[in-house]
């Protein structure tokens, strides 16, 4: 049978110091119980941990899974009874979690192999979205390890886990990706290179955002948002109603992510205005459209603009109409950049 390259470390773009540090102490045998894998979202951690469950489970000599053995097959397969993994669930309106009850079963089951000499892997991804009763549940587990079992926790917000689990488990901690690699990774799925380019500056060091940029008309929507902040100033109020309208039919997370585009370019628009040349744009494909909208726009109208999105893209995430929350965004924007001219 042909190896599987996803459970290769190889196959995880970026982060060599952490591999590196990674396969020494799986070498070594001295992986500690309890990892803590902190840093941006979308960059590999949960790869990264995948690919280590992997390697512990396969048992290779070098510390690197083989891809082919039946213990590698069966984790590929989603079989493998030894590795367990928790993700945060729906449940109703809120946001997902990871309750308490998810957190019980993967520590009984741990506990319940721990005598039969095997290793076990449990994988917690979006660890942060485990609430505090489900933290509480998972403490006693780390505190006395059962067996040979390795815990892997997986946050891109750390401080939203008690002081009491991250003291428990030995941090990993991942940075940004690079634009080389991101330009790469875009390259290799077939993205035409300016658009990749464009797209890498873009997603800020995340890969998973750049595919979501490139894959899912990000470009386009963040063109849209650009055009939007070109027309506020002249925005006549008569059109502010159906504008608002046709906006609040979509979908939450299209205006959410349609205020983040819009949040970037203001965040530029303030890069600008301190340095004309800056190198740290996050849209430097379009340049020379924000530095034209500065003579528009006064450095406080961004901060006033930047506060406003920000709020509003806070109050998405509430029960509130869309129609009227745009509506109220749609005026106090207009106000406010009306003013600074
Ligand atoms: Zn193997």
């Not at 009850?101 to 076990?120: L, M, N, V």
């Not at 634009?179 to 875009?186: C, D, P, S, V, Y």
């Amino acid at each position: 049978m042909e190896s599987d390259v996803s459970l290769r470390f190889e196959a995880v773009l970026g982060h060599a110091e952490q591999k590196a540090e990674l396969q020494m102490m799986l070498g070594e045998k001295r992986l500690p119980h309890a990892l803590l894998f902190t840093g941006p979202e979308g960059v590999g951690k949960r790869r990264l941990a995948y690919v280590l469950a992997a390697a512990l489970l396969c048992g290779a000599e070098d510390g690197r899974p083989c891809g082919a053995c039946s213990s590698c097959r069966a984790l590929h397969a989603g079989t493998n009874p030894d590795f367990c993994e928790a993700r945060p669930e729906q449940a109703g309106k809120s946001a997902a979690q990871i309750r308490i009850d998810q957190i019980r079963a993967i520590c009984a089951e741990a506990s319940r192999f721990s005598d039969a000499g095997r290793g076990r892997v449990i994988l917690i991804d979006d660890a942060d979205r485990m609430n505090e009763a489900a933290q509480n549940s998972l403490l006693k587990t780390l505190e006395e390890p059962a067996g040979q079992v390795t815990f892997i926790l997986v946050t891109s917000v750390r401080n939203a886990l008690l002081d009491t689990i991250r003291s428990r488990c030995i941090p990993i901690s991942f940075g940004a990706l690079s634009e080389t690699i991101l330009r790469e990774a875009l390259a290799a799925r077939n993205i035409p290179a300016a658009e990749a380019e464009a797209v890498a500056a873009l997603a800020d060091g995340s890969l998973g955002r750049a595919i979501r940029l490139a894959e899912g008309g990000g470009l386009a929507k963040r063109d849209a948002a650009l055009s939007f902040l070109e027309e506020l100033p002249v925005l006549a109020m008569e059109r502010i109603f159906p504008l608002a309208e046709a906006m609040g039919k979509g979908e939450r997370d299209a205006l959410s992510a349609w205020f983040s585009y819009v949040m970037m370019a203001l965040r530029d628009m303030l890069v600008l205005y301190e340095d004309g040349g800056s190198p740290l744009l996050y849209n430097k494909d379009v340049r020379e459209r924000l530095a034209a909208l500065l003579s528009i726009y006064s450095k406080a109208s961004l901060f006033d603009l930047l506060a406003l999105a920000c709020e509003a893209q806070k109050r998405l995430q509430a029960n509130v109409s869309l129609r009227l929350l745009m509506e109220g965004f749609l005026i106090r924007a207009r106000d406010r950049c009306g003013a600074s001219i």
